[in-house]
């Protein structure tokens, strides 16, 4: 899949390190704060072929350590498959549900905490850790690089989605082994994120697991430290 029409490159005119405009600049802050974690907002109507080559071509472009580009990207459409992942999760939740305290697991099994099945496309992200070869610049020390640098990548994806209307929901109470039984996916390759990816019927005007009452966010202030570590009191 390749860039699908002929608008210039996003890096045009914007070698010399100048401001985004206010417009330009605006519409970046206005897709991080209005990026959602979707679950039971997905309409089955098809995402565009052109939409969906921009999404992932914003998410490989990406930083990676070393330039390594780990990742690779599994689309999913039929639905077979996705009752298969869906199963897993069935499993892996009600697992889940019994690690919380008695008071919370009511709770928890009343979240909608998936959307495989109702969205129309889910998005499998792998990490390859071998991609860059034996040895990888900026990865010498900090061996996990390459999970973060696929990281990035989602959240390219994600808020580029957000940008085009579509809605995106990460999957992460999965058994990672059975999930790459079912894809295929060698034993080497780390599963970093399962996305489902569709149309909505709305975003939330904040977190949803704020909506329903299972945690707010917390001050910006309380996670800034200034010259060292800083408990807090």
């Not at 390749?2 to 519409?27: H, I, K, M």
């Not at 077979?80 to 008071?103: K, L, M, V, Y």
């Not at 610049?137 to 990548?153: Q, R, Y």
């Amino acid at each position: 899949m390749s860039r699908s029409d002929d608008r210039p490159e996003p890096t045009d005119g914007l070698t010399s390190g100048a401001p985004f405009d206010v417009a330009g600049r605006d519409a970046v802050y206005r897709a991080i704060a209005t990026r959602r974690d979707v679950r039971g907002e997905f309409l089955p109507d098809p995402i565009d072929e052109a939409a969906l080559a921009r999404i992932l071509d914003a998410a490989h472009r990406a930083p990676s350590v070393g330039l390594s580009q780990p990742w690779d990207f599994i689309l999913i459409r039929r639905l077979e498959t996705r009752q298969r992942i869906a199963d897993i999760f069935a499993d892996a939740n009600a697992q889940a549900a019994e690690r919380f305290p008695a008071g919370k697991r009511d709770q928890y099994r009343a979240l909608k905490l998936a959307g495989i099945t109702s969205a129309p496309l889910n998005i499998c992200i792998t990490s390859d850790r071998e991609r860059g070869g034996p040895v990888i610049l900026g990865a010498t020390h900090m061996a996990d690089t390459d999970l973060f640098s696929t990281v990035c990548a989602i959240q390219n994806l994600w808020l580029a989605a957000r940008a085009e209307g579509i809605g995106v929901g990460w999957v992460s109470i999965l058994h990672e082994d059975r999930v790459k039984a079912v894809l295929g996916i060698p034993q080497r390759l780390r599963l970093v994120g399962y996305l489902c990816v569709g149309h909505v019927k709305g975003f939330f005007d904040s977190p949803e697991l704020e909506k329903r009452g299972w945690k707010r966010r917390s001050p910006l202030a309380s996670h800034i430290h200034e010259e060292g570590w800083r408990e807090e009191d």
